[in-house]
C-alpha cells in the first residue's frame, strides 16, 4: 500500500508546556482526496489541524508529506514542502486589494505568478470583479473565497482548511463546497475542519470523528454518515 500523501500519525501534544489536548490522533488523505474532521466543541480539531501544520508542538507521533518527515520543520518551512493553511479568522490583509491579498499569497515564488491569479479569479469569478477592491469590504464569503485563493497562490500540494464555512450563509456554504470539490479534482489534497459536519462528510473521501483529542469514528463520509452512533451524536439524528 502505497503512503497517503499527508499523514499525522499518532499525534500527542498541546500548547507551550501546557497540557496534552492530542491524545495518539492520526489524520491522513490520499493525492486529490478531500478529509473532513468533525467532532464537538473542544474535541481538538483545530488544533490537530495545526499540529499537522507546525503550530504547536509534537511530543509523540510525526507528520509526513509525500512521504517525508517534516515534524520538526517550522510552518514556513511546510508552505516551502507544499502546505498551506487557511485559519478560520485573520485570514485576509483588510486594507489590501483583493489583488494584493493574492500576491501577497505568492511571497515565496520567483516565477510568473500571473497564470496561477487567473487560475484564482477561474475558480472564483466574483474575485476578478472585485479585484481592486479593499478585502474587508468584501461579504463574509467573498473574504473566504480570497483566503482560499491566496493559499493556492503558493501552488500547494496540500490545502488545510480551518472551518472555511464559518458564519457564511447555506447558500454561500454550498458554493465554497463546490469549489473545495474543484480543487482535489486539480489533483490538490485538502484537510478541513468543519463545523457543518452532515454537508461536509457529504463531499469527503474520509472523514474523522475526533473526541477529547483522539480518533473516536474513522470512515468514508457515506460510512459516517450511516453509522447510527454518529448520526446520533454527532450529526443531530
Given at each position: 500500500?502505497?503512503?497517503?500523501?499527508?499523514i499525522g500519525e499518532?499525534?500527542?501534544?498541546?500548547?507551550?508546556?501546557?497540557?496534552?489536548?492530542?491524545h495518539g490522533c492520526t489524520l491522513s488523505v490520499d493525492k486529490g482526496e478531500i478529509a473532513v474532521i468533525v467532532g464537538p466543541n473542544g474535541a481538538g480539531k483545530s488544533t490537530a489541524m495545526k499540529a499537522v501544520f507546525g503550530m504547536l508542538n509534537l511530543r509523540s507521533g510525526s507528520v509526513r508529506i509525500g512521504g517525508e518527515d517534516i515534524t520538526h520543520l517550522s510552518p514556513q518551512d511546510r508552505?516551502?514542502?507544499g502546505m498551506a493553511f487557511v485559519p478560520q479568522t485573520s485570514n485576509i490583509f483588510p486594507s489590501m486589494t483583493v489583488e494584493e491579498n493574492l500576491e501577497m499569497g505568492a511571497f515565496l515564488r520567483r516565477d510568473d505568478i500571473r497564470p496561477t491569479?487567473?487560475?484564482?479569479y477561474d475558480l472564483f469569478p466574483i474575485l476578478r470583479d472585485k479585484r481592486r477592491q479593499a478585502a474587508g469590504e468584501l461579504s463574509g464569503g467573498q473574504r473566504q473565497q480570497v483566503a482560499?485563493?491566496?493559499?493556492?497562490?503558493?501552488?500547494?500540494?496540500?490545502?488545510m482548511l480551518d472551518e472555511p464555512t464559518?458564519?457564511?450563509s447555506p447558500i454561500v456554504m454550498d458554493e465554497l463546497f463546490d469549489r473545495i470539490i474543484e480543487v482535489a479534482r486539480a489533483g490538490i489534497t485538502i484537510l478541513m475542519v468543519e463545523q457543518n459536519a452532515r454537508q461536509a462528510l457529504e463531499i469527503a473521501d474520509t472523514g474523522y470523528v475526533l473526541v477529547q483529542g483522539a480518533n473516536a469514528y474513522t470512515g468514508t463520509g457515506a460510512e459516517l454518515m450511516a453509522d447510527d452512533e454518529v448520526r446520533r451524536t454527532f450529526l443531530g439524528g
Amino acid at each position: 500500500m502505497a503512503e497517503p500523501h499527508l499523514i499525522g500519525e499518532a499525534m500527542t501534544g498541546g500548547y507551550g508546556r501546557g497540557a496534552d489536548i492530542l491524545h495518539g490522533c492520526t489524520l491522513s488523505v490520499d493525492k486529490g482526496e478531500i478529509a473532513v474532521i468533525v467532532g464537538p466543541n473542544g474535541a481538538g480539531k483545530s488544533t490537530a489541524m495545526k499540529a499537522v501544520f507546525g503550530m504547536l508542538n509534537l511530543r509523540s507521533g510525526s507528520v509526513r508529506i509525500g512521504g517525508e518527515d517534516i515534524t520538526h520543520l517550522s510552518p514556513q518551512d511546510r508552505v516551502a514542502k507544499g502546505m498551506a493553511f487557511v485559519p478560520q479568522t485573520s485570514n485576509i490583509f483588510p486594507s489590501m486589494t483583493v489583488e494584493e491579498n493574492l500576491e501577497m499569497g505568492a511571497f515565496l515564488r520567483r516565477d510568473d505568478i500571473r497564470p496561477t491569479i487567473e487560475q484564482v479569479y477561474d475558480l472564483f469569478p466574483i474575485l476578478r470583479d472585485k479585484r481592486r477592491q479593499a478585502a474587508g469590504e468584501l461579504s463574509g464569503g467573498q473574504r473566504q473565497q480570497v483566503a482560499v485563493g491566496r493559499a493556492l497562490m503558493t501552488q500547494p500540494s496540500v490545502l488545510m482548511l480551518d472551518e472555511p464555512t464559518a458564519g457564511v450563509s447555506p447558500i454561500v456554504m454550498d458554493e465554497l463546497f463546490d469549489r473545495i470539490i474543484e480543487v482535489a479534482r486539480a489533483g490538490i489534497t485538502i484537510l478541513m475542519v468543519e463545523q457543518n459536519a452532515r454537508q461536509a462528510l457529504e463531499i469527503a473521501d474520509t472523514g474523522y470523528v475526533l473526541v477529547q483529542g483522539a480518533n473516536a469514528y474513522t470512515g468514508t463520509g457515506a460510512e459516517l454518515m450511516a453509522d447510527d452512533e454518529v448520526r446520533r451524536t454527532f450529526l443531530g439524528g
